[in-house]
């Protein structure tokens, strides 16, 4: 079973930027892809970024391309997302995704662990 925790969610205001983390309960070099999902109040959890085992691969969402970047740290068994420039439209509730799979997946169904998720809310 993996353990997801995610940290680093707030308040902003627009073109503020914001780091959040996901710390993982077990090495992340067992868990192939991970990504980020966010849910706003009355709408679908969507796809914001994933990233492969290595790192070396991600994909990002077009609302968010060149604004937000992911990554990951296998040996501190952690996940991240730098989010720069942001706006209104990215206050949602964050969450962390783990994937026993090795495609980088964009719908939630595909993900196997989820985190509690962590608050992010940004005024204009």
């Known amino acids: 079973q993996v353990s997801l925790v995610e940290s680093g969610g707030g308040l902003a205001q627009a073109g503020d930027s914001l780091r959040l983390s996901c710390a993982a309960s077990?090495?992340?070099?067992?868990?192939?892809?991970m990504g980020w999902f966010r849910q706003a109040p009355g709408k679908e959890r969507e796809f914001v970024a994933a990233?492969?085992?290595?790192?070396?691969?991600?994909k990002y969402a077009d609302s968010v391309k060149g604004r937000f970047t992911i990554s990951r740290d296998n040996a501190k068994n952690t996940l991240s997302l730098q989010m720069n420039s942001l706006k209104p439209e990215d206050t949602a509730l964050y969450y962390c995704?783990?994937?026993?799979?090795?495609?980088?997946?964009?719908?939630?169904?595909?993900?196997?662990?989820w985190g509690q998720g962590t608050q992010v809310t940004v005024s204009s």
């Open positions: 990233i492969n085992r290595n790192g070396g691969s991600a």
């Open positions: 077990i090495t992340t070099f067992s868990i192939n892809a």
């Open positions: 995704a783990a994937d026993r799979s090795w495609s980088l997946q964009v719908k939630p169904s595909s993900y196997d662990y």
